[in-house]
């Protein structure tokens, strides 16, 4: 069965730091990632996804992740944090096929430093 | 309508009522998944449809908890004799096929 692990309940960066979000992966096909992002109060937004295509994938808002198979790694990254950046991040896997399920990691809520 | 819809959008409810939380998918979603977030808890997997597929449900916490899909469309979650522990966001998400999931805005059930 797939999981997901996500390092770090909470991270804190400056504005204008690199933004690094973990993510590890347990899956016994080739997975398909996603991150997602939850703004307060709101529902969680798609920010990009990996379907086995292009290893590094770019998403919206800047953010970008790398599917690392050797490290089982799926982590969110972005050159540049903004204030705007502040929200929580799940990381979720699916095994994709007919028996789809969709689980995601514990969340990472980002705190942006002014 | 354009996205997943959740109603209500908040409940309170005393402890011990039944309550129902409804979802309605984005239309010709085959997939259907209901979701508890709890603070500090992330998102717990509870029930996933897939078309006429028999429903996962191993994240049922008791069997107090069940849902239903309706002509493959929507969904109800009851959760019966309802517990403080019950409090949380519940979230519904809908998807055609491995991609991305939709999420509706959630339920927020308060139990008193």
């Known amino acids: 069965a797939q999981s997901v692990t996500q390092l770090g309940s909470h991270v804190s960066v400056s504005e204008g730091a690199l933004v690094l979000l973990r993510c590890n992966y347990s899956s016994s096909v080739p997975p398909y990632l996603f991150w997602y992002v939850q703004y307060p109060n709101q529902g969680l937004q798609l920010l990009l996804k990996?379907?086995?295509?292009?290893?590094l994938v770019k998403g919206i808002n800047g953010f970008e992740a790398e599917f690392k198979k050797s490290e089982t790694s799926f982590h969110l990254t972005k050159p540049s944090a903004h204030m705007s950046d502040a929200a929580e991040y799940f990381c979720a896997v699916s095994e994709g096929g007919a028996t789809n399920k969709l689980i995601f990691g514990t969340g990472t809520l980002l705190a942006v430093q002014p | 309508g354009a996205g997943v819809s959740q109603s209500p959008s908040n409940k309170v409810t005393e402890k011990g009522k039944d309550v129902e939380l409804r979802c309605d998918p984005i239309s010709g979603h085959t997939a259907l998944y209901w979701y508890r977030q709890s603070l500090g808890q992330g998102l717990e997997f509870l029930i996933y449809?897939?078309?006429?597929?028999?429903?996962?449900k191993s994240g049922l916490p008791s069997d107090r908890f069940s849902a239903e899909r309706t002509g493959g469309s929507v969904s109800t979650l009851t959760i019966q004799r309802t517990q403080q522990e019950d409090s949380a966001v519940y979230l519904c998400a809908s998807n055609l096929d491995s991609f991305e999931a939709f999420f509706g805005q959630g339920t927020r059930l308060t139990v008193v």
């Open positions: 990996y379907t086995s295509a292009a290893t």
């Open positions: 449809f897939q078309g006429n597929s028999a429903p996962d």
